[in-house]
């Protein structure tokens, strides 16, 4: 048996180890932990609909009127009206003709190379693709080919040699907002990549939807391209919408196939019917009008300009998340604590979330963030950096 203690005392050592903060507030621009108040730069709640009056208000209708447990699978007894509502206008707003509801975005992104891939078949990669999209892609028993970061003469590459190893399905997936990273991926350049190859794609936009596009309908309403072009979106609930779960958008066939195949979709207890409910209000706001997302997109430049005045160098980014590059983990981890004990949650993210050498401060900005927060952060990070 292994030495549990002593592999635990090794990340310790090299700053990898792993706590959790303990919350004592809802989530919001400004957060209280350990009796302590923090201005919020680590949630992916980016338009503060996690803890918004209306969500609130329909999660507590819901509960009051279907209880809280859904008691069942969906294909047992525990697909709920609200669900069936939620999945219909979640389609209507990404622009599919079905949508299918999990419990989890990672639930969700298993189930998808689970139904298409086995054995025989190939799942092209980003190779900064989040953990979920790399763990669906091992499990499904088909086998796993990666390209470099957002690299698509590298995918063509990876595509040829799957066709001339004879590969049988071929299922190409990327994040659409790199998760640890910010930036894009040129969905125009895999659109094209996979209709030549004759490759399913699929995008997973856990960080694109209600944050970029008309009214936040996503990566693909953002880089102009149709939902004809790319036959799996994936997106997540528990992010900008503000409540928990996922789904994946898809043709008629396509979201009945996973219906009769997913092991993560049929093996689990359904989502509460009061988060399909909460989601639902969530979905009305972003309809109503793109104010949060103007106040977000204001935010985003307003950073990343403060910061160039400040010589302090971000990541390519033009989304909420904004990392700044820090190298080691120690020394990343002991910023994160410096940044906390001046009033700021900013996470420290370390391998193997990403890769070696490559920890960094993710920073993410909020609809609610005010202009003076902005510049206490980036006059804060400007002293701190510099000692380094
Ligand atoms: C958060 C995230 C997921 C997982 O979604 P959960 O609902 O939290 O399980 C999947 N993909 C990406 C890119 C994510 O950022």
Redesign the pocket.
């Known amino acids: 048996m292994k030495n549990l203690r002593q592999e635990l005392e090794q990340r310790q050592q090299q700053g990898l180890y792993r706590r959790r903060k303990l919350m004592q507030s809802p989530q919001g621009r400004e957060i209280i932990i350990d009796g302590q108040s923090l201005l919020n730069f680590c949630s ?1 709640d980016y338009l503060g609909l996690a803890n918004h009056p209306e969500v609130k208000k329909a999660f507590i209708a819901a509960a009051q009127q279907y209880g809280v447990g859904s008691g069942a699978a969906h294909l047992v007894n525990g697909h709920c009206k609200l669900h069936q509502q939620l999945e219909e206008e979640l389609a209507d707003f990404c622009g599919y003709p079905r949508a299918l509801l999990f419990s ?6 298993l189930a998808v190379a689970q139904s298409l891939c086995g054995r025989g078949d190939s799942i092209i990669e980003d190779k900064l ?2 953990a ?2 790399l763990d669906a892609a091992q499990l499904s028993g088909g086998k796993l080919v990666r390209y470099q970061h957002a690299d698509y003469n590298s995918l063509q590459a990876q595509l040829e040699n799957c066709r001339s190893n004879n590969a049988n399905e071929i299922l190409v997936s990327s ?1 659409a ?3 640890m990273d910010g930036d894009e991926a040129n969905i125009k350049s895999m659109v094209q990549h996979c209709k030549q190859h004759d490759a399913w794609l699929m995008l ?1 936009d ?2 694109g939807l209600g944050v970029l596009g008309d009214h936040g309908r996503g990566s693909l309403s953002h880089q102009v391209v149709t939902p004809q072009q790319v036959p799996i979106y ?1 997106a ?4 900008a919408m503000g409540t ?3 789904f994946v958008a898809a043709s008629e066939d396509l979201v009945e196939y996973l219906i009769q195949t997913a092991r993560s979709y049929i093996y689990t207890t359904a989502m509460p019917a009061a988060i399909a409910a909460a989601s639902i209000a969530s979905l009305n706001i972003l309809r109503e009008n793109d104010s949060k997302q103007q106040a977000l997109l204001h935010n985003i430049i307003l950073f990343k300009r403060l910061a160039q005045q400040n010589q302090i160098t971000l990541m390519p980014s033009d989304t909420a998340i904004q990392p700044i590059l820090i190298g080691r983990a120690d020394q990343t981890l002991q910023l994160s604590q410096q940044l906390f004990n001046k009033g700021f949650h900013i996470a420290a993210i370390r391998p193997p979330t990403v890769p070696k050498n490559t920890a960094r401060l993710r920073i993410t900005l909020r609809a609610d963030h005010t202009e003076k927060d902005l510049k206490s952060l980036i006059n804060t990070l400007s002293d701190l950096l510099q000692t380094i």
Do not use: E, R
């Open positions: 992916n989890t975005g990672y639930m969700a992104n693709n989040h979920s999209l994040d907002v790199f998760s997973d856990a960080h994936m997540t609930l528990g992010k928990a779960g996922a």
